[in-house]
Nanobody, 126 residues
Framework: QVQLVESGGGLVQAGGSLRLSCAASGRTFSNYAMGWFRQAPGREREFVAAISRSGSSTNYADSVKGRFTISRDNAKNTVYLQMNSLKPEDTAVYYC???????????????????WGQGTQVTVSS
């Protein structure tokens, strides 16, 4: 089992920034690719970003490319999502997820992930 706990969500004005964190425990963190997903009210959960086990490979949804950055610190068992130039349409509950995968693996499908956090709310006001 892998336990994931997100933090760092909140209310921010459009154009502002937030950094989400996801702390993992329970298994060897560096064996898992990590991803961030989000779900807005009335919408399907969607892929945001993913990072490989080592951090050498990343993958982003087109809607966040150039604004969001995913990173990880394997020594701290933590994955981050730096969100800049936030827009009202970024408002959602953000989830981190873990997938036991290959070294350069950066999955974008939610059904590829094995473990999920409880989510953290991000609200961007216009």
């Amino acid at each position: 089992q892998v336990q994931l706990v997100e933090s760092g969500g909140g209310l921010v004005q459009a154009g502002g920034s937030l950094r989400l964190s996801c702390a993992a425990s329970g298994r060897t963190f560096s064996n898992y690719a990590m991803g961030w997903f989000r779900q807005a009210p009335g919408r399907e959960r969607e892929f945001v970003a993913a990072i490989s086990r080592s951090g050498s490979s990343t993958n982003y949804a087109d809607s966040v490319k150039g604004r969001f950055t995913i990173s990880r610190d394997n020594a701290k068992n933590t994955v981050y999502l730096q969100m800049n130039s936030l827009k009202p349409e970024d408002t959602a509950v953000y989830y981190c997820a873990a997938d036991y995968g290959g070294y350069y693996y950066t999955p974008s499908g939610q059904y590829e992930y094995d473990y999920w956090g409880q989510g953290t709310q991000v609200t961007v006001s216009s």
